[in-house]
């Protein structure tokens, strides 16, 4: 079963001596621990993970195996106590005062003052960009995720999954090469998910951006992804890291397939031995 | 079957009413109203008017005219035997007997007959629920007034204890260029001025103790130790300092004012969460920024809270502090000197003035706080 994925596989694992890739993520033995007031919490210890433009990554495990905590360490929003971690070859830190990345929450986290559109341009009143390129991108970000028309409203007149698809769109509007997502359909209805599921398929296939996708879905982590990365907990490392070989062009029937099923077998295999039914 | 039981089981509040205002007619027209012989039948119209009432209340019960025509008619029969009770008893001062006393409350009653079926309008259409809205405090009130002057003259209540709002509202015409000029005094000099400077420095000073840590901890408790200083102690301090005039006033307005200021615009820069600022700092944005696109309009429902509460409490202070020294002019002064020569009257007008006042300053600042945070969730409904 573990030959499925590197038998196949066409560029993942020498790509850096062919005409490789451009590397995006490159964490080499990277812990992270938490003092708290009961002792150390080791977060993440000893992570590996390379990641390469164009990638579709998903991070999968159960809650608490870190998977967060690393999509956070790679947007800056925590720093490891050791090891090394670049993005664009650059540190974090660097990275994210390039404006590198759009990041996407678990809840849309929109402004409730601001208008669906005024949401949109927030990133880029920050960036200081000029008031007509600011226009452009709302206009085509919002056509994107298919909420043209709805500029003029403010979010709490949105449902959930049209929040979450504005806070898509805002995060896209930085026109970032890197989308980090942190389970960002967690809290949608199973028929919102595909839907949305789908479209940022097709986004990806169309604009070639390196996204790495938090999720706790197999189905969701098998259907996006050309590399699924399963963690698991205490401490928070990796057990298992998975090259897909499902085509790059994907729709939501290939979930019925025996190649679908294989991968998503042995996501399954991994999150049960990584984890422990201790407690 | 559970909701039959629940709506038996509730009071039934209209046609308690309805009886008890038929009930106290009876009595009003069948005994003295003022004196042992004098009795409702010497003012006819008054008569008249309360068997309406009585007759307009019961309809409902009785099965005729269950309209809004029958429900004007109600409202307008109690105003019209409001008026005429306090024409009558304005020439029996003191005299009233039981049969006014069972008029006045069978009067009270159908007004609140008349608001418990004007409250059941609302639910018909917007606009006219927007017209109840504001009908039923207004009726609410003119109730009190008229229940207050015919109380207050039909026992002869002495002028120097409670005069009658009539008489407080004949001084007030009478005396408008005072009260204008103590207006101008105390509100549009030291209220206005001490609110703006106490409610605009404390803002500033929460954004610099948001933004030092050590500020935090050493002027947020002498802030505090400042608030709960008597105002009695400080206004005569502020007196000397800052003379007689307008200023001393601003001074004990901006000691006020300026700790709940300081405690909620803090408290409401802490307000967002940490999600939030984390979306803000994926965009490496800076303190500023921040500041301005996210602290502020997070911290808006708590600094318009303040900006309440400031509202009224400047007024408090500036009256007071006119106690203790001020030039011949000023609401304070004036009713600290009225009281002394026993012109109660000119104190109540000096009160309704400082209450009308204190009200629409609340209200402007509330409306302004409902167009600015327009978003939040208890305006937004």
Not at chain 2, 47 to 73: Q, W
Not at chain 2, 105 to 110: D, F, R
Not at chain 2, 140 to 151: D, K, P
Not at chain 2, 330 to 352: C, K, L, P, Q, Y
Request: charged share 15%; with cysteine.
């Amino acid at each position: 079963m573990t030959a499925l994925a590197s038998a196949k596989d066409t560029g993942t694992v020498e790509q850096t001596t062919s005409a490789s890739p451009k590397r995006v993520i490159d964490i080499d033995n990277l812990s992270l621990t938490f003092e708290t007031n009961d002792g150390p919490v080791h977060a993440l210890a000893d992570i590996d993970l390379k990641i390469d433009e164009g990638d579709f990554v998903s991070f999968i495990g159960p809650s608490g195996c870190g998977k967060t905590t690393l999509l956070r360490v790679i947007a800056d929003l925590e720093r490891p106590t050791a090891g090394s971690i670049t993005v664009n070859g650059v540190s974090p830190e660097e990275a994210r005062l390039n404006r590198a990345y759009g990041y996407v929450f678990q809840a849309a986290a929109l402004y409730p003052w601001r208008t669906i559109a005024k949401n949109v341009a927030l990133p880029l009143e920050i960036m200081g960009l000029p008031k007509a390129e600011q226009q452009d991108r709302i206009a085509r970000n919002m056509d994107l995720v298919n909420l043209s028309g709805f500029e003029k409203k403010f979010p709490w007149q949105l449902s959930g999954g049209m929040q979450q698809r504005a806070s898509i769109a805002r995060a896209l509007a930085v026109e970032p090469d890197l989308l980090l997502m942190d389970e960002p359909f967690g809290a949608l209805d199973e028929i919102v998910r595909d839907h949305l599921n789908e479209q940022l398929l097709q986004l990806w296939a169309k604009t070639n951006k390196t996204v790495v996708f938090v999720t706790h879905s197999i189905p969701e982590a098998v259907f996006l992804s050309s590399k699924i990365v399963v963690l698991c907990p205490r401490p928070g490392r990796i057990y298992d890291v998975i090259d897909s070989d499902l085509p790059r062009e994907r729709n939501l029937d290939i979930r019925e397939t025996p190649e679908f099923l294989k991968i998503a077998h042995r996501v399954r295999d991994g999150l049960r031995a990584g984890h422990s039914y201790e407690d | 079957m559970s909701i039959q039981t629940a709506a038996k089981r509730r009071i039934d509040m209209p046609a308690l009413l309805a009886w008890f205002v038929v009930l106290m007619v009876i009595v009003g027209l069948f005994s003295p109203i003022f004196g042992p012989d004098y009795g409702v039948m010497d003012v006819p119209s008054l008569a008249v008017c309360l068997v309406i009432l009585a007759i307009a209340g019961v309809r409902y019960e009785l099965g005729f005219m269950r309209n809004l025509i029958g429900d004007l008619i109600l409202g307008l029969v109690a105003a019209t035997s409001a008026w005429l009770l306090v024409s009558t008893v304005s020439q029996h001062v003191g005299e009233a007997k039981l049969g006014f006393w069972a008029l006045v409350v069978a009067t009270w009653a159908a007004s609140w007959l008349f608001v418990e079926r004007l409250a059941l309008w609302k639910s018909r259409s917007q606009s006219l629920a927007r017209i109840v809205n504001l009908a039923i405090p207004a009726i609410f009130g003119i109730t009190l007034l008229v229940l207050w002057q015919l109380v207050v003259t039909g026992a002869g209540v002495p002028k120097v204890l409670l005069p009658a709002p009539s008489e407080i509202w004949l001084r007030l015409i009478n005396s408008v260029p005072t009260l204008w000029a103590d207006f101008q005094q105390t509100f549009l000099k030291a209220v206005l001025a001490g609110y703006i400077i106490g409610c605009g420095s404390a803002f500033l000073i929460a954004i610099l103790v948001d933004r030092v840590p050590f500020l935090r901890r050493g002027l947020l408790p002498i802030g505090n130790l400042v608030s709960a200083l008597p105002i009695i102690g400080v206004a005569p301090i502020m007196v000397m300092w800052f003379g007689f005039d307008w200023p001393s006033k601003a001074a004990v307005v901006i000691i006020m004012t300026f700790f709940p200021m300081l405690v909620n615009t803090v408290a409401g820069l802490a307000a967002s969460d940490a999600m939030q600022r984390d979306l803000m700092r994926t965009y490496a944005s800076n303190y500023w920024q921040t500041l301005f696109k996210l602290r502020l309009p997070m911290a808006m429902p708590f600094i318009f809270n303040a900006l309440k509460i400031n509202s009224t409490l400047a007024l408090i202070g500036a009256i007071v502090a006119e106690f203790f020294g001020t030039p011949i002019v000023g609401m304070g002064f004036r009713i600290s000197t009225e009281v002394g020569r026993m012109n109660v009257d000119m104190v109540w007008a000096e009160i309704a003035v400082a209450a009308l006042a204190g009200s629409l300053f609340y209200g402007a600042v509330a409306l302004i706080e409902r167009a600015v945070t327009f978003w939040h969730p208890s305006i937004r409904g």
